[in-house]
């Protein structure tokens, strides 16, 4: 996944990257690799804005020396260790943190070793032991990328107070049931809830600045509660049970549609999407593409069209392609295909 960028980001001075290679990567919590982590970042200023100690085989981050830094470290990545606990006396003191990494490790709760985060904007807690979006947020003000992704989390919450910070959300492969508590979150700009358990697309209505939304592989039936949403961008709803295009009267700025891996059967409602670039619809029950033209054929933008797999190309692998270049002349791509011309 692209990670957002954030204007308070800065080319750092000096990087430490170590990495201990263990001969048994079943090694679990194997903390030998200490005393060689803190020798090497003994060797970096303590101006070093940025640390990248990922696969470093940690399992406590007491004996680096952190609270060094703590006047210019910025962006500190801790990605796929084995930490389950993070010390106050070591992330207390790192006022400046901007970027913090904690992806892939046994987290199951942030303690107090975050509270008052001020400058803090990126936290990627992805592929840890979190059941819950964790109840330390609300003393962390100014977020404005989380990542959850691949934990066991069943609600969304204790996000309210980050209503005027956060812009990206993501919450993908986790046990969540229901769109709820995002009313608050006026300036949320991206919004990632693919691989849980999702049934009605609902609890969207404030978020009218949401430019990506993405709920692929849930159970929602239908397409709704959009209407609010018209700076919505890129739209991924692929691997549900649609039966039925419909439901983005107001979502006019769309530039990728994604409703691949569904039952829908017909081409529709799409015609007054004069910005679509992409349009995704494979794997579907799509029969008869002989209207293309009419809902997709006004639109110059469009350039890629996904719709393999569908009756419409299996019972007719020889004229398929070319019955789509004629209805879209102006397209580039045709599946995972380039068009050379008709």
Not at 126 to 147: D, M
Not at 222 to 231: C, D, Q, S, T
Not at 273 to 287: G, H, M
Not at 297 to 311: H, K, Q, R, S
Request: with cysteine; hydrophobic share 40%.
């Amino acid at each position: 996944m692209n990670r957002p960028s954030s204007e308070l980001e800065q080319k750092p001075t000096k990087s430490a990257r170590v990495v201990v290679v263990s001969d048994d990567e079943d090694d679990k919590g194997f903390d030998d690799g200490q005393p060689l982590l803190e020798d090497v970042l003994a060797e970096f200023p303590d101006s070093t804005e940025e640390i990248d100690l990922a696969k470093s085989r940690l399992a406590s981050c007491t004996h680096l020396g952190l609270p060094r830094f703590a006047d210019h470290l910025k962006n500190l990545c801790l990605r796929a260790n084995y930490i389950a606990n993070l010390e106050k006396d070591v992330f207390g003191p790192l006022e400046h943190l901007e970027e913090l990494d904690l992806y892939d490790n046994r987290i199951k709760t942030l303690g107090d070793a975050l509270d008052d985060k001020q400058h803090l904007r990126i936290l990627d807690l992805s592929f840890n032991l979190l059941r819950a979006v964790p109840t330390e947020l609300l003393k962390i003000p100014g977020l404005q990328v989380l990542y959850f992704v691949q934990n066991k989390i069943t609600r969304i919450e204790h996000l309210a107070h980050l209503g005027a910070s956060l812009r990206s959300l993501e919450l993908g492969s986790n046990r969540i049931r229901a769109i709820e508590n995002l009313d608050a979150l006026v300036n949320l700009e991206e919004l990632w809830l693919g691989k849980n358990k999702i049934t009605k697309l609902q609890g969207l209505e404030k978020l009218a600045k949401l430019r990506l939304l993405s709920i692929q592989s849930n159970r929602i039936t239908k397409i709704e509660g959009l209407e609010n949403l018209v700076n919505l961008e890129e739209f991924y709803i692929s691997h549900n049970g649609l039966e039925k295009l419909e439901g983005l009267e107001n979502n006019v700025k769309l530039t990728t549609l994604d409703v691949g891996n569904n039952q829908i059967s017909v081409i529709e409602n799409l015609s007054h999407l004069k910005v679509l670039q992409e349009f995704w619809a494979s794997y579907n029950k799509i029969a008869d593409i002989n209207h293309l033209d009419q809902q997709l054929g006004e639109n110059p933008a469009l350039d890629t069209v996904y719709l393999e797999g569908n009756p419409a190309h299996l019972q007719d692998k020889v004229g398929y392609r070319r019955k789509v270049m004629i209805a879209l002349p102006n397209l580039k791509q045709i599946d995972a295909t380039f068009v050379k011309g008709v």
